[in-house]
């Protein structure tokens, strides 16, 4: 896997990789148990982004396939889902982790958290969010049952386990290698670890 | 209930409430069948917000019921959800619609929407809000079935159905008497109705 086009998602930590319209990237879950809390911003202006709101509204799903064109709060393809070799089930419904969020859960309030992360990745380039928006938990599984409650569930991914998404527009995507050790969806063992991107061949070029 | 403590969403229209803590409001579906996108955000701080992600995670139902405490993006309680004569499952999951999302529709960019009727009510307060935070769609109906797809399905309130909820701070409150012709969830006949809001009796005073 280490080529250079192989970039790690530091275990807790965050990462911006901007991607241009037509090329696409691999998540890879390396070790099978890692959620990866995901946001995709239009380069030319991260007021428009990736939103779960909207992509839910016009897919009309909670979750997301392979096929499925993502949409941007505008209503705009900014990313395809093409491949998934994972269980699926991405979750689109829960918030990404944040300091307020372990302090909640009796944790420290120095517990490294996906909301910060975001921050963290945007900051270098210049962009600023008020609200953390709703991420894509890769790998995350959060499922509806009887229509009405969501159970937290352990992963139940293969290490090395992938997602493919191709841009539709020039964005910038942020990955973060989720810290959560307070719900069993991480794997529930306290120890988050690293996952990967690896950036696509361009098949035109 | 024509009284002084009974305040007319307007059809299509949107309106800011402000709500002390320990105060009651009512939100009527005066007709049976309006949809009421509901905002509130703390008086003090308006980047703390009801926030229907961390609600589902605290929670772990997309749904509310009489009996839940809401809370805000920062964990801390801002509304009580105390009574409900609705068929109930009011939305958590579905953007506030807003102009893009009508000409998405292949409706008019003119047409009104709760996006804009949020970042009205909210301007003579002194709020502007980046992002349209989600809101919680009061009396519309899109039930998530077979645990992944979304149904829009036409309401099934009676004329005087009513939510209640108190502040567990001080809040502002936005209401949208959503202007949707597109999706069942309003009606389907293309034809918004008033919504009304009663402020109820503090029983202490």
């Given at each position: 896997?280490?080529?250079?086009?192989?970039i790690t998602?530091?275990?807790g930590?965050?990462?911006a990789?901007p991607?241009e319209?037509?090329r696409?990237?691999r998540?890879?879950?390396?070790?099978?148990?890692?959620?990866v809390d995901?946001?995709?911003f239009?380069?030319?202006?991260?007021?428009?982004?990736?939103?779960?709101a909207?992509?839910r509204?016009v897919?009309?799903r909670?979750?997301?396939?392979?096929?499925?064109r993502l949409?941007?709060?505008?209503?705009?393809?900014i990313?395809?889902?093409?491949?998934?070799t994972?269980?699926g089930?991405?979750?689109?419904?829960?918030?990404?982790c944040s300091?307020?969020?372990y302090?909640?859960a009796?944790?420290s309030?120095?517990?490294r958290?996906?909301a910060?992360n975001?921050?963290?990745?945007?900051k270098?380039?210049?962009?600023?969010?008020?609200?953390i928006?709703?991420p894509?938990?890769?790998?995350m599984l959060a499922?509806v049952?009887?229509?009405?409650?969501?159970?937290?569930q352990?992963?139940?991914?293969?290490?090395?386990?992938y997602?493919?998404?191709r841009a539709?527009?020039?964005?910038?995507?942020?990955?973060s290698a989720?810290?959560?050790d307070v719900?069993?969806?991480?794997g529930?063992?306290?120890?988050?670890?690293d996952?990967h991107?690896?950036?696509?061949?361009?098949?035109d070029?």
């Open positions: 896997m280490p080529n250079t086009d192989t998602i530091a275990a930590h965050g990462l990789v991607l319209a037509g696409s990237l998540v890879v879950n390396t070790h099978g148990t890692q959620v995901t946001w995709a239009v380069a030319t202006d991260s007021t428009e982004l990736l939103s779960m909207h992509c509204e897919l009309q909670i979750t997301f396939e392979p096929g499925d949409i941007t709060n505008r209503y705009r393809p990313l395809t889902f093409t491949a998934d994972s269980p089930r991405h979750d689109t419904l829960i918030a990404a300091r307020e969020m302090l909640h009796g944790r309030g120095n517990h958290n996906c910060d975001l921050v963290e990745a945007l270098p380039h210049g962009i600023m969010v008020g609200l928006p709703s894509w938990n890769l790998f499922p049952v009887d229509g009405r409650s969501i159970e937290y352990r992963p139940r991914c293969r290490p090395g386990d997602v493919e998404m539709e527009m020039d964005c910038l995507m942020v990955f989720c810290p959560d719900y069993p969806t991480n529930g063992n306290g120890t988050p670890v996952a991107v690896e950036l696509l061949e361009d098949l070029e």
